[in-house]
């Protein structure tokens, strides 16, 4: 492979610039795309492509997005960087799998597919899709140096690679509790550090103030909380064997905790009902005095309560200990995105080549945070974007990734925290707590799509979650628990942990 000159690819990007004059209805008017083209990085960045010379248009389908992908910066900067041209089109926002399976039905040509797990698992055992393993081992070096041994297994059906795997920003966790920081100064209050002194600490808030101190929503039963009693995960390791977060013994210890909680009225009756912004609100409005926080969710929240009190302030508290006093946080490393080749492609080499290109080290770090002194800066060995070009050109940088450097992207995707100092502070507050606890990940997250694991996930998760509530509430005894965990296994709940083992043992062969 030959590698363009600075001055040819200064060139080009004059040119391209200067031809810009539109998009689509979010993108820039006339933004240059976001190419490291200007500065030194851009003189490692490899010309993929057949052999150096004139490269094919491929085509590559996207899931749905309000912009043209055609027109973005990022797609231009893409095509710049490797040489390839490149078609992008969108499956529709409604009935996007039906119109993917017409499109892969009528044989319509796309050499590179983004697809959701749901997909590429149905597209891939029907035989749509092309195995990719010679492929990477031929054309594949970025591909191979990107991604973790660990990814690869999400990819693979029947001990073949069928995508490149695309794993997102690492290992982070992204909620834990606050509570009104001056409301504990007023009543005397230490953070909690356990369940029995949350339980002590929302019984001195309730007297004192009158409230209910506790919110959140269905979703945020578990988390910090549930850990504590040992549910840390949806799936967990127990002596070499996965189980369900269902049939841990913890679970009945942490339900009839909550229902302690929620009986003397400190836990919110609505939670069930509730949403992300109702919680926010009662917390805002002073109806609330703790809730589990989302860091994404941190600047509403914050502006939220500065607004009814201006005075007021949030504390965030440590994870909490179990009655051994190890504290544990879980995390999922699922794969977000499959990168497919169908086998349709009559270009399936230059497909892996656009996507080994779009790896190498500096043309990948440009996609993801465009070039420095123009999209970012470094600062005290941190990446922060440079407003408002950042946003201008990469917003939509993500939609473009066909994988990601895994050892390089979780430190270069902060720089999207860093645009907001709310977020920022409270992102790295919540990992900074993190790191004094034990990071335990989830041990299905680097399975592959699995069909009994597909079928059955959404309806046993809705059976437990609801069942849950009502032991939480006090509307079925807890002492039915094992009747109900019968019913669970019946209901496709023997079959989902039987798969979800076969697959885990089949990895330490």
Request: one cysteine or more; charged letters at 25%.
């Amino acid at each position: 492979m030959r590698k363009n000159s600075v001055l040819a690819l200064i060139a080009a990007f004059t040119l391209t610039l200067a031809a810009c004059s539109g998009g689509g209805n979010n993108a820039p008017s006339s933004s240059p795309s976001p190419s490291a083209s200007a500065n030194s990085e851009a003189s490692a960045t490899p010309d993929a492509g057949n052999d150096g010379g004139e490269k094919p248009e491929l085509t590559m389908l996207m899931q749905y997005g309000l912009f043209d992908p055609n027109q973005d910066p990022v797609s231009k900067f893409i095509t710049e960087a490797t040489g390839y041209p490149i078609k992008y089109e969108m499956l529709p926002a409604e009935n996007a799998d039906e119109k993917l399976n017409l499109m892969v039905a009528n044989k319509q040509n796309f050499d590179l597919m983004k697809l959701g797990a749901a997909q590429f698992y149905k597209l891939a055992t029907e035989g749509a899709l092309e195995p990719l393993d010679e492929l990477i081992e031929q054309l594949g070096p970025n591909i191979k140096a990107a991604i973790k041994d660990d990814s690869w297994g999400s990819a693979m059906i029947d001990g073949k690679i069928y995508a490149i795997p695309e794993t997102g920003s690492g290992i982070s966790v992204g909620e834990e509790l606050v509570v009104r920081q001056d409301w504990m100064d007023e009543l005397g209050l230490q953070h909690p550090t356990n369940p029995d002194e949350l339980y002590e600490v929302l019984k001195a808030i309730k007297e004192a103030k009158n409230i209910v101190p506790l919110t959140g929503t269905k979703d945020s039963i578990y988390g910090d909380i549930a850990t504590a009693f040992g549910v840390v995960n949806e799936w967990n390791d127990i002596d070499g064997k996965l189980v369900h977060k269902a049939e841990l013994p913890e679970m009945k210890q942490f339900l009839a905790y909550m229902n302690k909680l929620y009986s003397e009225g400190l836990l919110d009756s609505e939670m069930p009902i509730n949403t992300s912004a109702k919680a926010i609100e009662k917390f805002s409005s002073g109806n609330a005095a703790m809730y589990k926080l989302a860091w994404w969710s941190a600047s509403s929240a914050e502006a939220a309560l500065k607004q009814n009190f201006p005075e007021a302030k949030i504390g965030i508290i440590p994870y909490l200990k179990s009655s051994n006093g190890e504290a544990k946080v879980g995390v999922n490393l699922a794969t977000t995105w499959f990168i497919a080749v169908p086998k349709v492609s009559k270009l399936k080499e230059d497909a892996i080549k656009l996507i080994d290109a779009k790896l190498e080290k500096d043309t990948f770090k440009g996609l993801a945070i465009g070039q420095e002194g123009v999209h970012h800066e470094l600062k005290d060995g941190k990446y922060y974007p440079i407003l408002p070009k950042f946003n201008d050109d990469l917003t939509n940088a993500s939609v473009f990734m066909t994988g990601v450097d895994e050892h390089n992207y979780p430190t270069y995707w902060q720089a999207r925290v860093r645009k907001d100092p709310v977020l920022q502070s409270y992102y790295e507050a919540f990992q900074a707590n993190a790191a004094n606890t034990t990071i335990v990940v989830d041990p299905m997250s680097t399975a592959p799509p699995i069909d009994a694991v597909s079928r059955n996930k959404q309806k046993l998760t809705k059976l437990l979650d609801d069942q849950v509530l009502m032991y939480i509430a006090g509307s079925e005894s807890i002492d039915n628990y094992d009747t109900f965990l019968a019913k669970w296994k019946a209901e496709g709940g023997e079959e989902y942990v039987k798969a979800a083992n076969d697959w885990y043992q089949s990895t330490k062969q």
